[in-house]
């Protein structure tokens, strides 16, 4: 059965909507452990409540990136961790971690990529007028939201939409499409070639 290392920063409700879909049996994979860089991340409360090993490993006593990587690589090793899934985790993985977890890292982004990367994507979309946005499940590399894509979602942009509603809507998508390449992972239904990502 495929183990996975969740990385959280926040809310974790798409570690909520894994977790859901592991328990209803619809996919064959097992968290292993959840590590937070936030202290008070409700993921952390998510994972305890479901009795997922979960930790909050403090970046800031850490010297340099590098060191405070090492000791995320360490922890998911330990665990025997085959597939990293960052689940709002606000922070750029270095060359050492994606190395150490090659096309084996994913990521998942609330906009159709390459539009709109980085932070605050719903509203960038709303900004530029977009008639439809949504969000990307892709690989990890060592750019910010560049790797190949694995999977998208689409949801309608309405004229009335705020920040906070569109924001919803995609997270609605995002609970529905990230088990689901997760799922495609873990039968080997997935090949990376160059920049695609081919479903088998």
């Known amino acids: 059965m495929l183990k996975i290392g969740v990385l959280v920063s ?67 090793k330990e665990r025997g961790v085959e597939l990293v899934i960052m689940a709002g985790f606000m922070r750029l993985l ?12 994913m990521n998942i982004h609330p906009s159709l990529l390459p539009s709109f990367p980085g932070l605050r994507p719903q509203l960038q979309a709303l900004e530029h007028g977009v008639k439809v946005s949504g969000c990307t499940v892709h690989f990890a590399d060592e750019g910010m939201d560049t790797g190949p894509i694995i999977l998208q979602g689409a949801v309608p942009v309405y004229d009335d939409d705020t920040e906070e509603t569109l924001s919803a809507r995609i997270l609605e998508k995002e609970h529905q499409i990230y088990p689901e390449a997760i799922k495609l992972y873990s039968e080997g239904r997935l090949k990376i070639e160059g920049r695609k990502v081919r479903i088998l």
Do not use: C, T, W
């Open 10 to 76: 926040g809310n974790g409700s798409n570690l909520q909507a894994i977790i859901d879909r592991i328990e209803a049996g619809e996919l064959q994979a097992e968290i292993s452990i959840v590590i937070s860089d936030r202290e008070d991340a409700y993921a952390l409360k998510r994972a305890a409540r479901h009795g997922i090993e979960n930790m909050y490993i403090d970046p800031g006593k850490f010297r340099e990136k590098r060191e405070y990587e090492g000791k995320l690589v360490q922890v998911l």
């Open 94 to 105: 270095g060359p050492y971690f994606i190395r150490e977890f090659h096309q084996r890292v």
